[in-house]
């Protein structure tokens, strides 16, 4: 059965007629018997749905034929009024039409969901009902976002999102499926981002992000770019390593909507990068290894003996000053880790012989002012001695 029959006939046999534009009765009538035949539909849906006396299968296939047939006639008369100049009653009249079909649709979409098909082509007219929805939750967005301080590559990609989602013919959202999402994820992040404020908005965001499956391919590689690590900057391989194994399990506890997504049929933001943080892991325990291969040999196999000597400094005074060498570009090296271990093997204070690899970094990284002060005088006595034996 086709109930949208009527509505047809009647229309091809008015614009075959083709009444003149000045003829405003001809048009008003028109527009009322649209109007009228719309409501006309909904009761013979609602008749016909009770006639299938509740078995699924038969509900569903007429409703997805109304769907398709809805989506036809309004596409159909959308690319007419394409040709139409704007305000003119033929205009009028198609966009009063469009208007009572995308009402026809919403009722199915509303009264029919569990038979409601979300897979099918969803036609123009009822996508360009969202745009004014869709602009103001994206001011706001970008609004907050801005303010808040956010990355700023990151509001930019989100810009580019929202603002071609705003367009007419955004060619992403093709079936009723897509365009809930879209709707959805944007007032989703709507809500987050007008009830969450300060430092949590970045994390509450992120897990928006993974929840909502966001897995459009700008947002992928910006989060990628930001899991991957540049690894001349890392001195320390087993610090940086336990940081990325305790993101990757924070990123695994984060709960995801199962078949949803920007993308819903490729791998889900969450499983893409969890895959990165992966495979940072497995990078990082190479390299870790690797360097306690290449960093120092054991003395224990080396035909000399070990290069060692004293200083007569504490531990967090020998530190500083090997730190106060390295910021004034006399002691050049790549990676502090070399350094420490360095000391740690081959230095002793008077204190201590076997100085710890840790106690090392961690006197590096918290220099204290007494320290400065005993360096200084050494310094001092330094330019005594030269000054004494070696005059100008």
Request: glycine share 4%; with cysteine; net charge neutral.
């Amino acid at each position: 059965m086709n109930e949208l029959e009527q509505l047809e006939i009647f229309l091809k046999a008015f614009f075959e007629k083709a009444p003149a534009g000045d003829d405003t009765a001809a048009f008003n009538d028109a527009q009322h018997y649209i109007i009228k035949e719309r409501q006309n539909i909904i009761q013979k849906i609602r008749a016909a749905s009770h006639s299938f006396q509740g078995d699924p299968h038969k509900i569903r296939l007429y409703i997805e034929h109304l769907q398709l047939e809805i989506t036809r006639l309004s596409d159909e008369y959308y690319q007419f009024l394409q040709s139409q100049n704007k305000g003119s009653p033929v205009a009028d009249l198609i966009s009063q039409l469009l208007s009572e079909l995308n009402l026809l649709y919403r009722y199915l979409k509303e009264n029919f969901k569990s038979f409601f098909n979300d897979q099918l082509n969803v036609h123009q007219a009822f996508k360009e009902t969202y745009i004014p929805f869709i602009n103001k939750l994206s001011k706001k967005i970008l609004s907050v976002l801005a303010a808040s301080g956010e990355d700023k590559e990151f509001i930019l990609l989100m810009q580019d999102y929202l603002y071609t989602l705003s367009k007419p013919g955004y060619h992403e959202i093709k079936t009723n499926g897509d365009l809930d999402y879209h709707v959805n994820f944007i007032s989703a992040i709507h809500k987050l981002v007008i009830e969450i404020t300060g430092p949590d908005l970045n994390l509450k965001l992120f897990r928006e992000l993974i929840y909502l499956n966001f897995n459009c391919l700008p947002v992928i590689w910006f989060y990628i770019n930001r899991i991957q690590k540049d690894y001349d900057q890392v001195d320390f391989y087993q610090e940086e390593l336990i940081n990325t194994i305790i993101e990757l399990r924070n990123l695994q506890q984060i709960p995801a909507k199962v078949g949803y997504g920007y993308e819903p049929s490729a791998e889900t933001l969450k499983e893409i990068l969890c895959k990165v943080y992966e495979e940072e892991i497995s990078c990082l325990k190479r390299l870790q290894r690797l360097q306690a291969k290449l960093t120092y040999k054991k003395w224990s196999s080396m035909i000399f003996t070990p290069f060692y000597f004293h200083v007569a400094f504490s531990l967090e005074v020998l530190v500083l000053f090997f730190r106060l060498l390295i910021e004034a570009g006399i002691v050049i090296t790549e990676k502090k880790v070399v350094l420490f271990d360095f000391i740690s093997k081959h230095i002793g204070t008077e204190r201590k012989e076997n100085l710890s690899f840790g106690s090392i970094k961690n006197k590096y990284n918290n220099p204290q002012y007494s320290a400065a002060q005993k360096i200084k005088i050494a310094l001092l006595e330094v330019i005594r001695l030269i000054n004494e034996q070696y005059p100008a």
